[in-house]
């Protein structure tokens, strides 16, 4: 489902300052469950040949990094009984080095080995009358989580192995970050300086608007019952990516499970925190960390995200009931990046 149409995207602008009036191109669609929207400025563009290489670009990182389909790269190694190592794609290694990297960083709230807890969760196919999971079950399922002892990447050889047959890999927290870096590399390609990529709300920018100024993004104020922006974020070159637990979430018996769950407890996060901004160098890692830093709260989120050097913005739950229901707060990088407005 590929449209492309000479126009702006109301929640962003991309382009920079021309000669003459520069085309602006948009380019939308539905990929790895959702949708995405690329607007790109400039002149001379050819948006026949750039819509085919967008849809050649998602199609191949798809056939690698869908957990949805049955023969891309990911579910095969998830499938199979083999626990010897396995030649791989260079784009696959690339995502779990990268997912190590936060995994080491973020003392394991990111992993990609966590299906077992998301399916026991309810994550998945769940049924209003199916139980809350048992501290047994929950132990079970933490035995086929944690990619540090279970996956062995071996990026000179470019190899993959897993420690036990059942253990597998989601790349739900990641994957769109870098399809989103991926199809940005494909736009450069046609010599495009001024674009922004934008898959299910992760994103990337560069260069700057027809107005010559940087590219202004909204993060979402976190009410699933009504989408309004609660911030506005001047961004150019960097990535962007919103983790939030407001819009996935069951209740049972007066309490509520968020589908963000804490592969170190095995149980969904309880604290207030309920949405995680990350701007970072590309967008694979603003994904990666948003959800990390989502899992830890806001609490000790900050105190990792200043050690860690990140841009990070959270928004959590007041306490009690009164006229603002968000309380937030953002570490130096996020603030520094507000100031230059």
């Known amino acids: ?142 035995a086929y989580v944690g990619q540090d002892r279970l996956l062995m990447l071996d990026a000179e050889a470019g190899t993959l192995a897993k420690s036990d047959a059942a253990v597998g890999i989601n790349l739900s927290a990641i994957a769109k970050g870098y399809g989103v870096d991926a199809v940005a590399a494909t736009i450069e390609g046609f010599g495009v300086e001024n674009y922004m990529v934008e898959i299910g709300g992760d994103l990337v920018t560069r260069g700057e608007n027809d107005k010559g100024e940087t590219w202004r993004i909204g993060i979402e104020r976190p009410d699933a019952s009504v989408q309004t922006v609660k911030l506005i974020v001047p961004v150019s070159d960097h990535g962007l990516a919103t983790s939030g637990d407001y819009r996935n979430f069951f209740e049972q018996d007066g309490v509520r499970y968020s589908h963000i769950i804490d592969p170190t407890t095995g149980h969904p996060i309880t604290h207030r925190t309920t949405s995680v901004t990350v701007v970072a160098d590309d967008a694979m890692m603003a994904d ?32 009690q009931d009164g006229v603002e229901p968000y309380i937030v707060q953002q570490s130096s990088d996020f603030a520094a990046i507000l100031a230059s407005q």
């Open 288 to 319: 990666a960390w948003a959800t990390a830093l989502l899992v830890l709260g806001a609490e000790e989120g900050l105190k990792l995200a200043e050690e860690k050097e990140l841009a990070a913005f959270f928004i959590s739950r007041a306490a």
């Open 1 to 142: 489902m590929l449209r492309w149409f000479p126009l702006l995207l109301p929640s962003a602008l991309a382009g920079c300052l021309f000669d003459e009036d520069p085309e602006v191109l948009r380019l939308s669609g539905e990929t790895m469950g959702t949708t995405y929207n690329i607007t790109v400025v400039g002149t001379d563009l050819d948006g026949d040949a750039m819509a085919l290489a967008v849809t050649d670009s998602l199609a191949s990182i798809n056939a690698k990094m869908s957990n949805w389909d049955p023969s891309s790269e990911v579910s095969k190694f998830s499938a199979s009984g083999d626990t010897q190592p396995v030649t791989i794609s260079t784009e696959f290694a690339k995502v779990i080095a990268a997912a190590n990297d936060v995994h080491a960083q973020s003392d394991g709230r990111f992993d990609v080995t966590l299906g077992p807890l998301i399916e026991l969760w309810g994550f998945g196919p769940r049924k209003p009358e199916d139980p809350v999971p048992d501290d047994a079950a929950i132990a079970a399922a933490l």
